[in-house]
């Protein structure tokens, strides 16, 4: 085999692309377990993530693998994807976010998409949530709703509902002429 041959084997051999056994997500770095193309395994490979990025894809996900220097001993993988779960459709210039399970943040052209894929949508861990903008809801509205909250809705029933004394003695006072409206 000539140099030329040599080289060019060495070059072929930097990247490969593989399908996900494993991969496990304990350590600093996750590391995969992976059967390139030609059949070859090749366990506990570093997998290299984005910085403030992070994802365990199932097993069947494809990976690029990259062998620095030719070396087949020492690989990582630089892009794990899953084409069974990928968001389809996005106009040119949008970009999401996704798991498997249908949940999802879009960047569209038109505004931030979120979606919950049918599960709830978690706040955690912030003194409070600042909206600076109208906002809408299709649903019900809740304050304290881990205690004795109250939604929305039954609070304008018991506005609209209320009696008291007038100026604290005498009779009732009628209802509230002006109706809280939902």
């Known amino acids: 085999m000539g140099l030329f041959d040599v080289m060019q084997q060495q070059i072929l051999g930097l990247i490969e692309r593989a399908v996900v056994s494993s991969l496990d997500a304990s350590g600093k770095c996750q590391s995969a377990d992976v059967a390139l193309i030609a059949g070859e395994q090749k366990g506990g490979i570093e997998h290299i993530e984005p910085y403030g990025f992070t994802a365990r894809a199932h097993a069947g996900a494809e990976a690029i693998v990259l062998f620095p220097d030719g070396d087949r001993s020492h690989a990582v993988t630089l892009a794990v994807s899953d084409r069974r779960y990928r968001l389809k459709g996005l106009k ?6 996704y798991d498997d399970r249908g949940q999802s943040v879009t960047l569209t052209r038109e505004g931030i998409v979120v979606n919950g894929g049918g599960m709830p ?7 409070k949530a ?5 906002i809408e809801a299709t649903g019900q509205i809740t304050d304290r709703c881990d205690g004795d909250g109250l939604s929305m809705a039954a609070m304008r029933v018991a506005y609209n509902g209320h009696q ?8 009732n006072t009628d209802q ?4 809280m409206e939902g």
């Open 92 to 97: 040119s210039g949008e970009v999401a976010l």
């Open 121 to 127: 949508l978690i706040f955690r861990n912030a003194p």
């Open 130 to 134: 600042r909206f600076e903008m109208d």
């Open 164 to 171: 008291h004394r007038e100026n604290g003695q005498g009779s």
């Open 176 to 179: 509230p002429n002006q109706k």
